[in-house]
Every structure is written in structure tokens, then in C-alpha cells.
């Protein structure tokens, strides 16, 4: 996928995630709840489970803030969550996708609908932009674990999709029904991935050129994901060289 590197360092910008640790640390507590409460509390049963505390442990989310998370699915006083997505356009036009998990939904949606106007965008209905990404399964693994013809066969073999390889990793991309066995399968071959989860893939990516376009899509995405509702925020562009190193 075209600039998936690029836009994985705007994501983790060193800074804005020191600073954000802590909210971090809750959105991905709250989805190993929600996982741990749909399913079973043991990760190795529950599929769902075992890619949230892989990707908490990925962030360096504490075992303690982990177990306590589990515990709290199997508590039956928590918080009951409805997954939510929402859809829409931010500034030049490019598509969004905001997955949220909520205890009241009239709260999130007036949230999210505000953040959009705010930045001169555009919340939409339901399947306004979906069409314009692919749910697939993304397993991560550093460039270390061996050159691209290498894991190229270990994903082939393993049932992947598409690789994509550059000096900085591997980005593995399979059908989302087929993550956790195509990720338990890498594991017997190239060891522990960084990441494995579900994520929603751009078809074809809107590459941004304009510095001022770029900063303000990326300030309605920080907004975005500072409320507390937000677990995701999506985006189908790519951004060039020069504008990625601008911001």
C-alpha cells in the first residue's frame, strides 16, 4: 500500500504519543474489555481477545492495566459499549472512517457531527465512504525478521494476501475472517508479529501535495481521536514526501 509507512509515522509522532499515553492506554483497555465480555476472558480462545492484548502489549500497555481490563469484562456491573462507525469527509474532500465504542450514542454522534463542521467538512450516512476502503486482516513484523522473498514465502504459506516490504518492516495483508490463522501460522515461521488486527485499507489513496490541506485534516483527526468515545479514525489519502515532513 502506497505511503502505509508514512502515514503510520504522522500516526505515532513521537510527541503527540508521550502526550497521549494515558488516553492511549484506555481506548485499548476498553476494547479487551468489550472483546473479554463478548467472548471468552481467555485470550487463547477468544480470537478477538488475543489480537487486543497483542496489539495493548505492542503499545506497551502494562500487564496489570491488561488483566485489570479482562477482570472488568467478567465484573457484570461495567459499562455495556456499542460499536459504532461513522463516515464522512474532512477537508479537500477525503474520505474518513471513525470507529467509536460508546455508553450513549446521542453523546458521540452530536461529538463526532461537531468535529466535522468544525473543520469545514462533512459527517455522512452510513456507507457514504465504506466503499472506498477494504476490511482486511494487517500483520506487522520489523525488517529484521528476514528480507521481503523471505517473509513473502512464510505469507504465501501461511494463506496472506499481499505483502508489502521497505527498509522500515512487513506489512502482510490477508481477509479478515482469515487474521488469526494466517497470524498463528506466521508466528511458527518468523516468530511474534508487532501487530496483528483488523483494519480498513484505502483502495486508492488521495495523495495530499498541500501543507495546508495536510494540517488541516490531521488537526480533525487529532480532534477526533482526543474524544474519549474514539477508538479509530481512518483516512484514504497518502501524503507526499515533502507535506509528511513538514507537519
Not at 502526550?19 to 476494547?31: G, I, T, V
Not at 476472558?41 to 502489549?57: C, F, I, Q, S
Not at 494466517?182 to 508487532?194: D, I, K, N, Q, R
Request: with cysteine; glycine share 8%.
Amino acid at each position: 500500500m502506497a505511503g502505509h509507512s508514512k502515514w503510520a509515522n504522522i500516526q505515532h509522532r513521537k510527541g503527540r504519543q508521550d502526550a497521549q499515553r494515558s488516553k492511549l492506554f484506555s481506548k485499548l483497555a476498553k476494547e479487551i474489555t468489550v472483546a473479554a465480555k463478548m467472548g471468552d476472558p481467555d485470550p487463547e480462545k477468544n480470537p478477538r481477545l488475543r489480537m487486543a492484548v497483542k496489539e495493548a502489549k505492542s503499545k506497551s500497555v502494562p500487564k496489570d492495566v491488561i488483566d485489570r481490563a479482562i477482570k472488568k469484562s467478567q465484573a457484570g456491573d461495567g459499562d455495556n459499549y456499542d460499536e459504532i462507525r461513522y463516515e464522512g469527509y474532512g477537508p479537500n474532500g477525503i474520505a474518513l472512517l471513525v470507529e467509536a465504542m460508546t455508553d450513549n450514542r446521542n453523546r458521540t454522534a452530536s461529538n463526532v457531527r461537531s468535529y466535522f463542521t468544525k473543520s469545514g467538512g462533512d459527517m455522512g450516512q452510513t456507507g457514504s465512504v465504506a466503499f472506498m476502503f477494504d476490511r482486511v486482516g494487517e500483520i506487522i513484523y520489523a525488517a529484521s525478521v528476514g528480507d521481503a522473498d523471505t517473509v513473502m514465502m512464510a505469507a504465501i504459506e501461511a494463506g496472506a494476501d499481499d505483502v508489502q516490504s521497505d527498509e522500515e518492516g512487513h506489512w502482510i495483508y490477508c481477509a479478515d475472517t482469515d487474521l488469526n490463522e494466517v497470524a498463528t501460522a506466521l508466528e511458527a515461521t518468523l516468530g511474534e508479529s508487532e501487530t496483528a488486527k483488523l483494519i480498513w485499507k484505502p483502495q486508492a489513496p488521495t495523495e495530499i501535495t498541500d501543507v495546508e490541506t495536510a494540517q488541516k485534516l490531521m488537526k480533525l483527526i487529532d480532534t477526533l481521536e482526543d474524544d474519549d468515545d474514539v477508538q479509530n479514525v481512518i483516512g484514504n489519502f497518502d501524503l507526499s514526501e515533502d507535506v509528511a515532513a513538514s507537519l
